[in-house]
């Protein structure tokens, strides 16, 4: 059993493409919502507009890509039609000159990035073995960590020459990770698509009780980390007393730390389990953004946030894996929905509720206060969660050690 590391490599092409997109996105949206309200409140609301979509439109268009036969595959339609859409929307947000604009630009783009995040995210299952998948995760999020990089450190270089130049750069790299995955990525086309058998045998009270924790603990750690995400650049400005553009090259370097760990991150959880490695990382995280409560020195926020990168890398890496390993052969689309529904309903109420704790404080110094609270909520629901490793037979272990 070996991973196909050509087809990963080029699968992580299309994460590169997606993650090049949401830093700059982040990190520069709500400066340009700055110049049209101060309400942090309010620009929550309009930064939780792509994950209101994702949780809406993500497991839908994910399930349907399970049932969906033709000549290009399940996947790739949904992929074709909704990637170069989204990228060419991406790039005209700079030149919307008003709110209404740019808010009805985000809303046409973020519903063509719901239609293909889901579908493209099931392809590595779909392609990768199971005890296999940690690796191949691992493979994809450092294409997609290296693009985190690229964004926050170039990106703020380009936004300082001129404010669109970061909006065009994720455009061009989307539309050619797309040409690179058309031409090279070919799905099975020869499979039949099984009706929903109604009460399949899968009902495994542990697996489902296991499955609901799971997600829950996605949905804290990703309402810790997405705060931090939207809201840094505004900490960074009125807390910090930085320029924007210097918060997302700070930024870079927890993408840098995740960028470099996220394929051993892999390797740990085939090795020690999946379970193990996320409570691990959990653990971590709550224990590294813990004293940047109380830290407003970038010397001591840079090392923290390259211990941060680590222990998120092992919780990113492993988490999706684990979902898609309690799935039904062919479910997998629909388990991405769920997936991608838990983190981006994180994403949608997380921002909203952090800005509106704000506007009551006053302050954006309490936002990693938020994120701690968030990542021991997560860590709490992960001690229930007992399935989603592999479980291997004699043979099975020992053909993975001479691989590795």
């Not at 953004?289 to 090392?303: A, E, H």
Request: contains cysteine; charged residues 15%; glycine residues 6%.
């Amino acid at each position: 059993m070996k991973l196909d590391m050509k087809k990963t490599f080029i699968l992580g092409l299309g994460f590169f493409g997606i993650n090049l997109l949401w830093p700059v996105y982040n990190a520069f949206v709500p400066i340009m919502l700055e110049q049209y309200t101060t309400k942090a409140t309010l620009i929550g609301l309009i930064m939780t507009i792509d994950n209101l979509f994702a949780v809406i439109f993500q497991p839908i268009f994910g399930a349907m890509s399970d049932r969906t036969k033709s000549r290009f595959g399940r996947r790739m339609p949904y992929i074709l039609i909704g990637m170069p859409i989204s990228a060419l929307l991406f790039s005209l947000i700079p030149y919307t000159n008003s709110l209404a604009t740019l808010m009805i630009t985000i809303i046409i783009m973020n519903f063509m990035m719901s239609v293909y995040r889901a579908p493209t995210v099931a392809l590595m299952p779909d392609i990768t073995p199971s005890p296999l998948r940690s690796k191949a995760n691992g493979i994809i999020n450092f294409m997609g960590g290296l693009a985190a990089v690229i964004a926050y450190l170039f990106g703020g270089l380009l936004y300082r020459t001129n404010p669109s130049y970061p909006f065009h750069l994720s455009t061009v790299v989307m539309l050619m990770a797309l040409f690179i995955l058309f031409v090279f990525i070919k799905e099975n086309t020869d499979f039949t698509v099984e009706k929903k058998k109604t009460k399949e045998k899968n009902k495994d009270v542990g697996k489902t009780r296991s499955l609901v924790f799971l997600l829950l603990a996605v949905f804290f750690w990703f309402s810790g980390y997405n705060a931090v995400e939207t809201f840094f650049s505004l900490y960074a400005q009125y807390v910090l007393n930085i320029d924007p553009s210097n918060a997302s090259i700070l930024l870079s370097i927890f993408s840098a730390s995740f960028l470099v760990f996220a394929i051993p991150s892999g390797y740990i959880g085939t090795k020690f389990g999946r379970r193990k490695t996320i409570l691990t990382g959990v653990t971590g995280v709550f224990l590294t953004f813990t004293p940047l409560i109380f830290i407003k020195t970038v010397p001591l926020i840079s090392v923290l946030f390259v211990l941060g990168g680590f222990f998120w890398a092992l919780i990113n890496i492993n988490s999706y894996p684990m979902v898609v390993e309690i799935a039904p052969k062919n479910g997998v689309g629909a388990y991405t929905g769920y997936y991608y529904f838990f983190s981006a309903s994180s994403a949608v109420l997380s921002p909203i509720l952090f800005g509106f704790i704000k506007d009551i404080i006053g302050s954006y110094g309490i936002l990693f206060f938020y994120s701690v609270i968030a990542f021991a909520i997560a860590l709490f629901c992960m001690t229930f969660v007992k399935h989603g490793d592999v479980e291997l037979d004699e043979e099975k272990k020992l053909a993975l050690e001479i691989n590795n």
